[in-house]
């Protein structure tokens, strides 16, 4: 499609759809990445499951604070309590 056109209805639901459940999307992303990490034995690849648990974190509510602190400290313990704190009820 080229830069410009509009989408088309069917076009527009499904990327209306994809906002409306972004936080399920994001949350079950970041429990993969919390097993991955887990699972890991390479500190190269751990460093870039880091990095992508980040920019995840970055498209959640978390507070920027809480993300730093676990990130920094790369525990992944922490990290699956945020998870889980994006998937209980609000």
Do not use: F
């Not at 759809?17 to 970041?30: E, F, G, Q, S």
């Not at 959640?60 to 602190?69: E, L």
Request: hydrophobic share 35%; net charge positive; with cysteine.
């Amino acid at each position: 499609m080229p830069r410009g056109e509009p989408l088309s209805r069917h076009q527009k639901k499904i990327v209306d759809r994809y906002y409306d459940h972004k936080d399920t999307i994001m949350a079950t992303k970041l429990g993969e990445l919390v097993t991955e990490l887990y699972l890991c034995e390479s500190d190269k690849k751990a460093d870039t499951l880091w990095k992508r648990a980040e920019t995840a974190l970055r498209q959640t509510d978390i507070k920027p604070a809480d993300i730093d602190r676990v990130i920094s400290a790369k525990d992944v313990k922490a990290l699956a309590e945020l998870v889980q704190k994006l998937n209980s009820p609000r």
